[in-house]
């Protein structure tokens, strides 16, 4: 059974860095690609970054290109999401997602969630 | 980047009628279309991939059809259990984008 399991979300100020893990089983990991999606409080769905399986290439969201970075340790089977120069308008639930051999995601975590504010 | 607009926002379905969710992209995106379904307090749920396809364990009662830039998730009748937001999401290009959610509440 694959498990996804976020961590690291909390209160940050504005201005502030947060890092996000994932921790993965059930499923061989350096296989897959895996994302980064989050969704604001009360609003829908938003695709933040994706790395590949080996972790040699990433692709951003415009919102969050040059702030986030995504990036994985295929040895200890985590997904990590670093998030620098936070604003009010990262506060979410930040999951992790499983792509599978295209683009959606067959696999999703609880989520963790990151509230930006002073 | 591509724009993903769903219909209705709302709708409302009593138990055993059919409910119709409609996506539409603002340029093709072939056939890589997903759906998912989202409760209250919980992850997303993928139920249709490839625009038609079931994914592992989705009841026969949800499918899913079109291409290009219009799309339809079809139940065919609704239990208590569907209650929740639908999104699509289209993985043709990049950014991945979704549509902003139908939910699907109690008439």
Redesign the interface.
Known sequence: EVQLLESGGGLVQPGGSLRLSCAASGFTFSTYAMNWVRQAPGKGLEWVSVVTGIGDSTIYADSVKGRFTIFRDNSKNTLYLQMNSLTAEDTAVYYCAKSNFAHFFDDWGQGTLVTVSS | ?IVMTQSPVTLSVSPGERATLSCRASQSVSS?L?W?Q?KPGQ????LI??ASTR?TGVPARFSGSGSGTEFTLTISSLQSEDFAVY?C?Q?NN????????TKVDSK
């Open positions: 980047e890589n997903a998912y989202q992850a997303p749920r993928l991939y490839g994914a999104y999401q993985f990049w950014p991945l984008t979704f549509g902003p959610g």
